[in-house]
């Protein structure tokens, strides 16, 4: 069982920064490949960014790429998501998620949500 909670989320700014952290309990974190979502009202759930074990390889959403980053502390038991340069369209309700992939239903263990709002 893996245990995921989200912070970091808030309101900002178009074209601020924020970074999200999710802190995972498993003791087996390190061996897990993570990813993050996101989830607009009304809208379906859609991949953001994704980071393997090691955290050697990453890999984004069309629309993020070049302005959010993924990465992972390991021995925090951590995978965080930096966001720069935050648009209006980037406001939703953003969850991390350990799996591979672009797909959600590839994902076991999902966190509660952090807000992220981005005021125009």
């Known amino acids: 069982q893996v245990q995921l909670v989200e912070s970091g989320g808030g309101l900002v700014q178009t074209g601020g920064s924020l970074r999200l952290s999710c802190a995972a309990s498993a003791s087996t974190f390190s061996s897990l490949a993570m990813g993050w979502f996101r989830q607009a009202p009304g809208k379906e759930r859609e991949f953001v960014a994704g980071?393997?074990?090691?955290?050697?390889?990453?890999y984004y959403a069309d629309s993020v790429k070049g302005r959010f980053t993924i990465s992972r502390d390991n021995a925090k038991n951590t995978v965080y998501l930096q966001m720069n340069e935050l648009k209006p369209e980037d406001t939703a309700l953003y969850y991390c998620?350990?799996?591979?992939?672009?797909?959600?239903?590839?994902?076991?263990?999902w966190g509660q949500g952090t807000q992220v709002t981005v005021s125009s």
């Open positions: 998620a350990a799996g591979w992939g672009i797909v959600a239903a590839a994902y076991n263990y």
């Open positions: 980071i393997n074990w090691s955290g050697g390889r990453t």
